[in-house]
């Protein structure tokens, strides 16, 4: 079952913070947090575990309500950098089914 | 951490042709995984790489259309056949290991005229 996301898109001012929204009809295991850029591959922002545990870059913030089944993408004080689209990916056993993506633009 | 080489990293082929997607990891990995991404769309999963045994494909997948090779813990391939223009995707090759993040080949660029 494909996670939802909300929004689909953001535009922002540079400096201003925005909030992604996940959440899955299923018992989640873990929840991953990817930006996409145009052209590459994407890449790893943070992963949230079962128990509380988290694992990612240090100027990302996440939170996981296991109970909702939903988590939480905080970008604060938004660079031009963050731009891209972002995608939240619910784990069951190592497979990863991602959602539709948000995609964020940030206006200098 | 995983290194993921994918290759070839893009292609234009005849439709009705086949195209088969290298994929070899630096490490040992139980399970490997392919997806699809459509242009401006999701990642979509097509199947699970398992080493000696057969590939479990997700719902509208099947074995005919990508067949999938896992001859070793570090190597597999997806071959995408009898193409179509609608199989003009990025196809990415992934690696999983427990609670970690997803590592990813480059992708490989396809498009089928």
């Known amino acids: 079952q494909q996670p939802v996301q909300s929004p689909q898109a953001v535009i922002l001012r540079e400096g201003e913070d925005a909030v992604i929204n996940c959440s899955s009809s299923k018992a989640l295991y873990s929840v991953h947090w990817y930006r996409q850029k145009h052209g590459e591959a994407p890449v790893f922002l943070m992963i949230?575990?079962?128990?509380?545990e988290q694992k990612g870059h240090e100027k990302i913030s996440a939170s996981f309500n296991e109970k909702k089944q939903q988590s939480s993408l905080y970008l604060t004080a938004s660079q031009l950098s963050y731009s891209g689209t972002y995608f939240c990916?619910?784990?069951?056993?190592?497979?990863?089914?991602f959602g539709k993506g948000t995609r964020l633009h940030i206006l200098p | 951490s995983a290194v993921i080489s994918q290759k070839p990293s893009r292609d234009i082929c005849q439709r009705g042709t086949s195209l088969t997607i290298q994929c070899q990891v630096d490490s040992q990995v139980t399970m490997m995984f392919w997806y699809r991404q459509q242009p401006g769309q999701s990642l979509t999963l097509i199947a699970t790489a398992n080493q000696g045994s057969e590939a479990t494909y997700e719902s509208g997948f099947v074995i005919d259309k990508f067949p999938i090779s896992r001859p070793n813990l570090t190597f597999s391939t997806l071959t995408v056949s009898n193409m179509s223009p609608e199989d003009s995707s990025i196809y990415l090759c992934t690696v999983v290991e427990m609670n970690t993040e997803a590592f990813f080949g480059q992708g490989t660029r396809l498009t089928v005229v």
């Open positions: 990916g619910t784990e069951i056993y190592r497979k990863i089914i």
């Open positions: 949230l575990l079962k128990g509380g």
